[in-house]
Structure formats: structure tokens, C-alpha cells
Nanobody, 114 residues
Framework: QVQLVESGGGLVQPGGSLRLSCAAS????????MAWYRQAPGKQRDMVAT???????IYADSVKGRFTISRDNAKNTVYLQMNSLKPDDTAIYYC????????WGQGTQVTVSS
């Protein structure tokens, strides 16, 4: 079965950085648009960033200029580099693969706090 495994979450101080990774298996990775979503307690799950099959990218307004999404098709992995983190970035971050199928990872917690 398809697996998306996130890693790289943790506790960081405001202004700090984290890099999330999502390793995919059992999909033809290059055929999929890959995205990061996040969900804070009591809120809906929102798209943070997407990297399309052609490497084009889109970002939520709240993270533009601070976050960078990238993909490595040779490693079946998508990344999210998060800089200048704010307490409002605190959430569970989920990896998503979408094409013929729609798949989700289990999520990784990111906490921004002093």
C-alpha cells in the first residue's frame, strides 16, 4: 500500500527554522503533485505549499517568503524548509500526494514556542 512518511517536526523557538521531509513509497512519485497541509487545534486543515509535477509551486499567503517546498524525484521525497517560524505556525503538518489517487501521511507535530 502507498506510504507517506513525514519527519523533521519538533519544538523550535520563534524565528527558528525546521526542515520537514516526506518520503513516499509504492507510487510513481513523479506523476504526483505533492503538497504540505497543516492543522492547528480546533481549526481546519489548510494547504501550506504545493509543488506540481512540473516543479511549479504555490504557497499560502501566510507562509510566502518564509517557507520553501521542493521535491527530489530520484529520492521520492518532498521537503518543506520553514524559516522565520512564528507561534501561529504551530500545527500538525501533513504530506499529501495527489494525482490518480489522493494519499496522506500520518502527520508530524511542529511547535513554535519560547
Amino acid at each position: 500500500q502507498v506510504q507517506l512518511v513525514e519527519s523533521g517536526g519538533g519544538l523550535v523557538q520563534p524565528g527558528g527554522s525546521l526542515r520537514l521531509s516526506c518520503a513516499a513509497s509504492r507510487i510513481t512519485f513523479s506523476d504526483y503533485n505533492m503538497a504540505w497541509y497543516r492543522q492547528a487545534p480546533g481549526k481546519q486543515r489548510d494547504m501550506v505549499a504545493t509543488v506540481f509535477r512540473d516543479y511549479d509551486t504555490i504557497y499560502a499567503d501566510s507562509v510566502k517568503g518564509r517557507f520553501t517546498i521542493s521535491r527530489d524525484n530520484a529520492k521520492n521525497t518532498v521537503y518543506l524548509q520553514m524559516n522565520s517560524l512564528k507561534p501561529d505556525d504551530t500545527a500538525i503538518y501533513y504530506c499529501n500526494a495527489r494525482a490518480i489517487g489522493n494519499y496522506w501521511g500520518q502527520g508530524t507535530q511542529v511547535t513554535v514556542s519560547s
